[in-house]
């Protein structure tokens, strides 16, 4: 027997709808992540109501009219966004990506078999589980299958074998053998997809668990938007936590990374944490925290450790040393100097000497030869730089 337990605002949601005459069920993601025990992470509703209606049934409720042409209406219950899309089935994919055009439909059969793979194709109407392609089994015992001919569908949209690869990777799915030979020969489809969207799949593939298995198993279609990934790339990442910076940033080690991210549109903070990772220098744990970050410092021990930069010992005590140091509300930089210009001033330091001591007094308490005290530092102020 399958069941869910609904938030408050999906149980409104569910009951406006049905109290309007219409059908409302949930599908996607949350249903799978219930038949696997996972907690849900959001709901998608799919209903029989066109836009138009489903507006109308929650005029008295506050809605996003955005994704209106796709057919998804937004509405804020709590000041929590909840998506409630028309049943639809997509029109030709000419351009193996985006349908030329969503039909509404009021089958929700129909609306589920244009979905990518069973376990993504079960509804439920808060009662029931609706599931014509055997999608419950499949996410039971871990089997990624497409709904369909996979090479049919592959064809259509292409950044569904780029999905297939993250979902095997991040909820540790294996991939059914036609959908798999079916990825590898249609791995090309995946030079007509939009780098950004790639991007953002494999951001979250390097986060996944499986990975390692994953990039081992499909290197040939990862290398089709990635010529960088090289084996060694693969191998370093075996035994890494699940980490997708860091992943990149092993990856990516040896190759011009910062040219690589550029071409897939990687965001700016990405590439920036990428290129920090290779560049580093590791001196200490206090100068690594205040050039880093506690989060990226961390990384980069790990990081590190993998490329034979440190030894597994130094690793460990670097994590140990980084999270003592947060601990104590350290002082990385020159805002948590316990004295400030007008100190300097008020000394008698003038211009440019002000920054420059302050600079100073950074690096020695960095460097643990001063205590970050005022009267120390004033001191020290005193004897060094007003002779
Ligand atoms: P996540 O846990 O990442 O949110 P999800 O399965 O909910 O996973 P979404 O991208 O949120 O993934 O999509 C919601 C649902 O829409 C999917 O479960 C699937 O049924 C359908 N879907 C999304 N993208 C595609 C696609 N490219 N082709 C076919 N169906 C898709
Ligand atoms: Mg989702």
């Not at 406006?16 to 059908?23: D, F, I, P, Y």
């Not at 509703?45 to 809605?63: C, K, N, S």
């Not at 990624?144 to 780029?162: A, K, Q, T």
Request: a negative charge; one cysteine or more.
């Amino acid at each position: 027997m399958f069941s869910m337990t609904l938030p408050q605002g999906v149980q409104t949601i569910l009951s406006v709808l049905r109290q309007g005459g219409k059908r409302g069920v949930l599908v996607g993601g949350c249903v799978r992540d219930a038949c696997m025990g996972l907690p849900a992470h959001d709901y998608d509703i799919a209903t029989d109501a066109t836009p138009a209606e489903t507006l109308e049934l929650f005029r008295d409720f506050r809605v996003l009219e955005t994704g209106i042409k796709h057919g998804t209406v937004t509405i804020l219950i709590d000041h929590e966004p909840f998506e409630v899309t028309t049943f639809r089935i997509d029109g030709d994919y000419r351009d193996h990506r985006r349908p030329d055009r969503v039909t509404f439909t009021t089958r929700l059969a129909d609306d589920l078999a244009r979905r990518d793979f069973t376990v993504n194709a079960m509804a439920f109407d808060g009662q029931m589980l609706i599931d014509p392609f055997g999608g419950q089994q499949d996410a039971q015992a871990h089997i990624l299958r497409c709904v369909g001919d996979p090479d049919v569908r592959f064809n259509e949209d292409g950044l569904r074998i780029l999905r297939a690869l993250r979902f095997a990777a991040v909820l540790d799915f294996v991939i059914e053998p036609q959908t798999s030979d079916a990825i590898h020969r249609c791995r090309n489809l995946l030079e007509q997809i939009a780098v950004e969207r790639l991007f953002a799949e494999l951001r979250k593939l390097l986060g996944g668990q499986n990975a390692y298995a994953v990039l081992r198993g499909y290197a040939d279609v990862m290398r089709v938007f990635l010529p960088e990934l090289s084996d060694d790339g693969i191998e370093a990442i075996r035994h890494t936590p699940a980490d997708g910076l860091l992943r990149l940033a092993l990856l990516t080690e040896g190759s011009d990374a910062e040219s690589a991210l550029r071409r897939l549109r990687a965001d700016k903070k990405t590439i920036r944490a990428v290129v920090q990772l290779h560049t580093l220098t590791l001196t200490d744990a206090r100068h690594l925290l205040a050039e880093a970050g506690i989060q990226q410092a961390h990384r980069f021990a790990d990081y590190a450790a993998v490329c034979d930069r440190i030894d597994a010992d130094r690793q460990a005590r670097l994590h140990v040393e980084l999270d003592v140091l947060e601990q104590d509300k350290p002082c990385l930089s020159l805002r948590d100097l316990a004295v400030n210009g007008r100190d300097l001033q008020s000394l008698g330091l003038t211009g440019q000497e002000i920054g420059q001591a302050l600079e100073r007094l950074l690096e020695e308490v960095l460097s643990g030869r001063l205590p970050n005290e005022r009267a120390a530092l004033l001191d020290a102020a005193k004897h060094s730089f007003l002779q």
